[in-house]
């Protein structure tokens, strides 16, 4: 069973993630990783030194190849339950939630992100189906999108 709550705050130091709700013109941007066939909202583990900003503005760029762009937080998260970066499955991570609009890209990727998908209609076939669904409606839900 897999679990997502959704926070308005949480302590920084349990913020192990950010991951980023991304739209360019209007339209939603979802990432395709080489090692996978489906697609994903871009995001990634905090590093060593960052706040979660900067996690998530790093991993936008990583993973989408956004130049200039705006970012806002929309809120913290949980997932409890097994999925690939939670291997206890009564272990609770948390993460922070955030919306950007992209402006401008890089002309190619630099990471182990394949190609981005930039589109009107959101995806079917999601890396993390009970997740990032979830996700994009608690961030409409709260005026984000």
């Known amino acids: 069973m897999?679990?997502?709550k959704?926070?308005?705050?949480?302590?920084?130091a349990l913020l192990k993630f950010a991951v980023i709700i991304a739209k360019s013109d209007g339209k939603w941007?979802?990432?395709k990783h080489i090692d996978r066939?489906?697609?994903?909202?871009?995001?990634?583990?905090?590093?060593?030194g960052?706040?979660?900003?900067?996690?998530?503005?790093?991993?936008?760029?990583?993973?989408t190849g956004a130049i200039d762009f705006t970012i806002k937080p929309v809120c913290a998260y949980s997932v409890e339950g097994k999925i690939r970066?939670?291997?206890?499955?009564d272990e609770e991570t948390y993460g922070m939630l955030y919306a950007a609009d992209i402006t401008s890209f890089e002309n190619?990727?630099?990471s182990?992100?394949?190609r981005i998908l930039i589109t009107e209609e959101l995806v079917d076939n999601w890396t993390y189906p009970l997740i990032h669904p979830l996700l994009i409606e608690e961030a409409t839900r709260r005026g984000f999108i």
Request: proline fraction near 2%; charged fraction near 40%; glycine fraction near 6%.
């Open 2 to 4: 897999l679990e997502v």
């Open 6 to 12: 959704f926070y308005d705050s949480i302590e920084d």
């Open 29 to 31: 941007v979802f990432c």
């Open 37 to 48: 066939v489906t697609y994903e909202v871009p995001g990634g583990h905090r590093e060593d």
């Open 50 to 63: 960052e706040n979660i900003l900067e996690t998530a503005k790093r991993e936008l760029g990583e993973e």
């Open 85 to 89: 970066v939670n291997e206890n499955v």
């Open 108 to 110: 190619e990727l630099h």
């Open 112 to 114: 182990e992100i394949e």
